[in-house]
């Protein structure tokens, strides 16, 4: 997995490429623990080039999700690939989190 990060003036985009499972999600709970203890509490991750995201993965961005919205943040991911699209909708996970369909769109609610 590559994590990419880039900083606009409405939150912090986090790229994710390649499969996140139990093997790298430290990783990015790393960074995401980072950025959210520097206040950066506005954070959108962008998956389109992420092709698998295990459970453990799941959890991440769920524990981020609380974090970030204990802090009066925002966290939404965006550019989910169809596999992973589906797997948030049988997880039940569309209604729990901000999904978007490009980056673009999902700045707007920032």
Known sequence: MEIRETKTDQCVIIGI??????????????KLSELIGN???NILVECSEMDYVSSSGLR???????KITSENGKFALCCLQDSIRELFEISGFTSVFELHPSVADALKVF
């Open 17 to 30: 490429a390649g499969r996140l499972d139990t093997t790298n999600y430290n990783q990015l709970e790393s």
């Open 39 to 41: 206040q950066h509490v």
């Open 60 to 66: 991440i961005f769920l524990m981020a999700l609380k």
